[in-house]
């Protein structure tokens, strides 16, 4: 009996830490997939900050070409930093999910 609730025990643990694993690999997959759809937004489509006159002239005086990815979204960004940040610390040391089974 005890041998069979201590591999019981450790076979939940590895799950648990796959599971671990799945679940932020399907959050960074979706966070990718959310910032490569608005990068590439169509142009065609109507964007709502197009009805505030001074972001329309601000866009219109703007030295830049109007082209994709020119404005530079900061949030985006500090996201995605983020993110990476997270992923590199999780691939670099695959032994923080030990701490959660404790």
Do not use: C
């Amino acid at each position: 009996l005890h041998f069979a609730l201590g591999n019981h025990l450790r076979v939940m643990q590895s799950f648990r830490r796959d599971a671990g694993l799945t679940l932020i690999s399907i959050s960074l997959g979706a966070g990718a997939m959310y910032l490569y759809f608005s990068w590439t937004r169509r142009d065609d489509e109507p964007k709502s900050e197009s009805k505030d006159p001074v972001f329309t002239s601000r866009v219109a005086t703007s030295p830049l070409p109007k082209s994709k990815n020119t404005l530079v979204k900061p949030r985006s960004f500090s996201v995605d930093t983020h993110m990476m940040d997270a992923l590199t610390e999780v691939t670099e040391n695959p032994d923080i999910f030990d701490g959660m089974n404790a």
